[in-house]
């Protein structure tokens, strides 16, 4: 079992940027896919990027490819998602989610097993 712990998200101005941490504790950080979602009010859950358990594989929503990075980095336990050129409706909660499975491609929200609070990101015009 993991627990997850979402840090990072504020206030920015339209084109500014902001690094998103998602913080995990217990065994073998490793052996999962995670994934970022966000939700609207309003609105359902969606995908924005997911990671594969070494790192190596990335996947993005269209939405935010070529302005969203993210990464890991299995020693600290930690999976980040850098937002840059932010725009209006980038404005959601973000939310980090683990599962088991290699395949990075998942989007489904409820194929991810574990779930942070989520962190509150707005984006002004």
């Known amino acids: 079992q993991v627990q997850l712990v979402e840090s990072g998200g504020g206030l920015v101005q339209a084109g500014g940027s902001l690094k998103l941490s998602c913080a995990a504790s217990?065994?073998?950080?490793?052996?999962?896919?995670v994934g970022w979602f966000r939700q609207a009010p309003g609105k359902e859950r969606e995908f924005v990027s997911a990671?594969?358990?070494?790192?190596?594989?990335?996947y993005y929503a269209e939405s935010v490819k070529d302005r969203f990075t993210i990464s890991r980095d299995n020693a600290k336990n930690t999976v980040y998602l850098q937002m840059n050129s932010l725009k209006p409706e980038d404005t959601a909660v973000y939310y980090c989610?683990?599962?088991?499975?290699?395949?990075?491609?998942?989007?489904?929200?409820?194929?991810?097993?574990?779930w942070g609070q989520g962190t509150q990101v707005t984006v002004s015009s």
């Open positions: 217990g065994r073998a950080f490793s052996s999962y896919t």
């Open positions: 990671i594969s358990r070494s790192g190596g594989n990335t």
């Open positions: 989610a683990a599962h088991r499975s290699f395949k990075v491609t998942t989007t489904d929200p409820y194929d991810y097993d574990y």
